[in-house]
């Protein structure tokens, strides 16, 4: 059983669609990542979200973190096939030596 | 500055056969780890270390072993390969006052 759950697991739009994905857990976490994978390449870090009911943005995506640090949501507006990729959520785990643990990931394709 | 660095990228190996998966970083970051990359699952803890000389279990540590004798290296060992540790291999690096994990380009293992 995953702490971090991630939903949905595939997501196929057509370029200039909207979506988004969820990160629920029943852990309250003290921040919340947000990492992008490309094929055949390591995750990179996109956004850390630390305060209950934080709002961030970077150009079309959006990021909240839930009022009771539970749970996170990504928006992107106008998906670009630029945006194709895997999405990972990922918070600490205090019950790992503080390393983090990841959500299933969202894997986004979007058609021109 | 080359981050984290994994050798090697592919491997084939045939169970019951041993090898060790090298990472370094050259961050000089206190914290390492180990993760295991399969469809669906997103990434799961093997080992992890908080510094040299210290190392604990993940959520997945049977059949691997790691050693931390300096800040720079975290070697990964599976003992006996199995098909099921057939798996694309992450390490991951972050300093002790950061969230922000910096991840390797993995290795891409499989056991016939």
């Known amino acids: 059983t995953q702490l971090l759950e991630q939903s949905p697991q595939f997501l196929s739009i057509q370029e200039g669609e909207n979506l988004t994905v969820y990160c629920n857990s029943s852990?309250?976490?003290?921040?919340l990542q947000w990492y992008r994978q490309e094929p055949g390449e390591g995750p990179v870090l996109l956004v850390t979200?630390?305060?209950?009911?934080e709002v961030k943005k970077l150009k079309r995506l959006t990021f909240q973190f839930g009022d009771a640090r539970k749970d996170s949501s990504l928006h992107i507006t106008a998906a670009q096939p630029g945006d194709t990729g895997l999405y990972l959520c990922a918070g600490l785990a205090l019950n790992a030596g503080n390393m983090l643990t990841f959500g299933g990931g969202t894997r986004l394709m979007v058609k021109p | 500055n080359a981050g984290v660095t994994q050798t090697p990228k592919f491997q084939v190996l045939k169970t019951g056969q041993s090898m060790t998966l090298q990472c370094a970083q050259d961050?000089?970051?206190?914290?390492m780890s180990w993760y295991r990359q399969d469809p669906g699952m997103g990434l799961r803890l093997i080992h992890y270390s908080v510094g040299a000389g210290i190392t604990d279990q993940g959520e997945v540590p049977n059949g691997y072993n790691v050693s931390r004798s300096t800040t720079e290296d975290f070697p990964l060992r599976l003992l006996s390969a199995a098909p099921s540790q057939t798996s694309v291999y992450f390490c991951a690096s972050r300093d002790r006052g950061s969230t922000e994990a910096f991840f390797g380009q993995g290795t891409r293992l499989t056991v016939v």
């Open positions: 979200v630390v305060t209950g009911g």
């Open positions: 852990s309250v976490f003290s921040s």
């Open positions: 961050m000089n970051h206190e914290y």
